[in-house]
Structures are given as structure tokens and as C-alpha cells.
């Protein structure tokens, strides 16, 4: 229950400040998903590997799997990374890559 609840929190607090996306090239939505991990102490080994991992929670998603089964890919991928960190990591990748999947955040 404690897991999912830092997870719910990260994700909830990801997609309230990741600023809305604008209409613009990749490359802008890129740096501003890359921009927000780094706000949040969010490393990866290279901004393309993050940007991958974002594509792949967004097709898991449209994948019809749950937040829940996200959640843990995300959290077997990034071992070095905390259980809040991991959702908001995947809040920040809904966010910035298919907000149609934000409905599927714990709010």
C-alpha cells in the first residue's frame, strides 16, 4: 500500500508541474521532458534512454495495461530509483508524451 501510494504521488505531483506542452517540434517536448526529470533529481544514464522509457510507458498504456502494471516495468527498469521517483516519472511521461492516458494517474 505505502509502495503505490509514493508512486500515486510522484505521478500526481508530476503531471501538476510539468507545464502543459506546447504544439512544437519533438525536440522542444524532448528537452522539456528531460528538463523536468532533471528539476526532480531524475537521472538516466542518456536523455535518449529516458525519452525511450517515456515512449515505452505511454505504449503501455495504450497497450490497455493499468497504472499499477506500469508502475512495476517502470520499477524493475530503474532500480536506482525510488518508488516516488518512479511515478513521477511515468506522471511526467503521460504528461508530456500522450496526456490521453492521464485519466489513467491516481489522482
Known sequence: MFF??????GAALAAA???TPLA????????????TLSNQGITFPSSDSAISDAHAVCS????GQSFDQVAQK??????????????????ASVKVY??????????
Open 4 to 9: 503505490r501510494l509514493l508512486l500515486a504521488t
Open 24 to 35: 512544437s517540434a519533438d525536440s522542444a517536448q524532448d528537452q522539456q521532458f528531460i528538463d
Open 60 to 63: 503501455m498504456f495504450s497497450d
Open 98 to 107: 500522450c496526456p490521453q492516458y492521464s485519466d489513467e494517474l491516481p489522482q
Open 74 to 91: 517502470v520499477v524493475d527498469a530503474n532500480p536506482g530509483l525510488s518508488e516516488y521517483n518512479d511515478g513521477f516519472f511515468i506522471g
Open 17 to 19: 508541474v510539468v507545464a
